[in-house]
Structures are given as C-alpha cells and as structure tokens.
C-alpha cells in the first residue's frame, strides 16, 4: 500500500525555524508533483507549496513565499518544506501530497489534482 509519511513537525517559538521531510514508501514518486498542504482548526485545507518532478521549478502561496522552501531528493525519495521566520498564524497540521503530472514542470496547487496524502504532522508556533 502506498503510504506518504511525514516527519519534522513539532513546537517551536515565533521566528524560529522547522524542516519537514516526507518520505513515500510503497513506490517512487519521482515522476509525481510533490506538494505541501496545511489545515489550521476550522479552517480549510489550504495549498502551502509545490515542486514539480523535476525538482526545477516550485511555487509558494503568497502567505509563506520568502519565508518557506521546497525541494526534493529523488535519489533519496524525499521531499523536504524548509520553514524559517514562523508565525503564529503558522500553526496547522501539515499534509504532504503526490500528484501525478502529464508535464515535469507542472506545479499543481489545487488539493484534488493530488492523487496520494500523508496523515500529516502538527507544527505549532507560540509567539
């Protein structure tokens, strides 16, 4: 079974710093877009970030941009969501997804375009 498992979250204060990894087990997932999501309590799932297959382009929702990096390491089966400068409005559970793209630079942002979903892991920010 296809299983996405992610791992790094945690407290931390505000302007502090957190690396979140995503390890796919079950298959490869180096020809899928890896994206990350977040769900703050009631609230909605909202898109965080995206690195296409070819780890050559990604894209940030406004709210993280400058402050948050995606990548990935193929060879490793791994994808990573480096966090710096953390807010309190930060806090949320933090899911990472894997959609297949026709394209290796596509950069899907929309939660149904992902075909598989970690069970996520918490990151709360105290200020």
């Known amino acids: 079974q296809v299983q996405l498992v992610e791992s790094g979250g945690g407290l931390v204060q505000s302007g502090g710093s957190l690396r979140l990894s995503c390890a796919p087990s079950g298959r490869t997932f180096s020809t899928y877009a890896m994206g990350w999501f977040r769900q703050a309590p009631g609230k909605e799932r909202e898109f965080v970030a995206a690195?296409?297959?070819?780890?050559?382009?990604?894209y940030y929702a406004d709210s993280v941009k400058g402050r948050f990096t995606i990548s990935r390491d193929n060879a490793k089966n791994t994808v990573y969501l480096q966090m710096n400068s953390l807010k309190p409005d930060d806090t949320a559970i933090y899911y990472c997804a894997a959609g297949r793209t026709v394209l290796p630079t596509t950069l899907p942002t929309l939660a149904r375009s992902y075909d598989f979903w970690g069970q996520g892991t918490q990151v709360t920010v105290s200020s």
């Open positions: 690195v296409s297959w070819t780890a050559t382009n990604t």
